[in-house]
């Protein structure tokens, strides 16, 4: 079994880093897919960037699958077309555990990438696949999907999770 990574969790400022572009496609890599396949999966995600883990590198792994059996992970991903129609959808993120917001995404995207096995690949997505590709190329730029929200709501989320962060430190001290 794969060790899972550490989930950076917002408002840390390291998820506001642009990833750059992946160099090689290697077995250090191929390594970190599993690595990010396997904490997403942990994680009850179906998407996770790498700088949500702390690797700024343009990488994602997504599985939308009702199985959470079919990975797709994207290398140097760029969305060569979106659809002008939009729709406002409820999203949730991994570095933001247990906050959903309404973010407008493009209905459709088509997307150009690199596979584990450093194959270009292009795929057309929509529905939640698109919306989820979306979500986790802002991370790529350094984008986290609250910074689509009303600055007050931004406010509250951001005074929520450093509540938790200060939480989790409390009990993860050991006991004297």
Known sequence: ????????????????????????????????????????????????????????ERL?????????NKPLVLINPEITWASPEKRLGEEGCLSVPGIYDGVER????????????????????????????QHEMDHLTGKVFVEYLSMFKRGRIKTKMLKLQREDERHAQPVR
Not at 111 to 132: F, H, K, N, P, Y
């Open 60 to 68: 994602i792994v997504i599985d939308v699958s009702e199985e959470r």
């Open 106 to 133: 493009s209905l459709a995207v088509r997307v150009r990438a690199l596979d584990r096995s450093g194959q270009e690949q292009t795929i057309e997505a929509e529905g939640l696949l698109a919306v989820c590709i």
């Open 1 to 56: 079994m794969t060790a899972p990574l550490t989930i950076l969790r917002y408002p840390d400022p390291r998820l506001h880093t642009v990833a750059k572009p992946v160099a090689a496609v290697d077995e250090r890599l191929r390594d970190l897919i599993d690595r990010m396949l396997a904490t997403m999966y942990e994680a009850q995600g179906i998407g996770l960037a790498a700088t949500q883990v702390d690797v700024h």
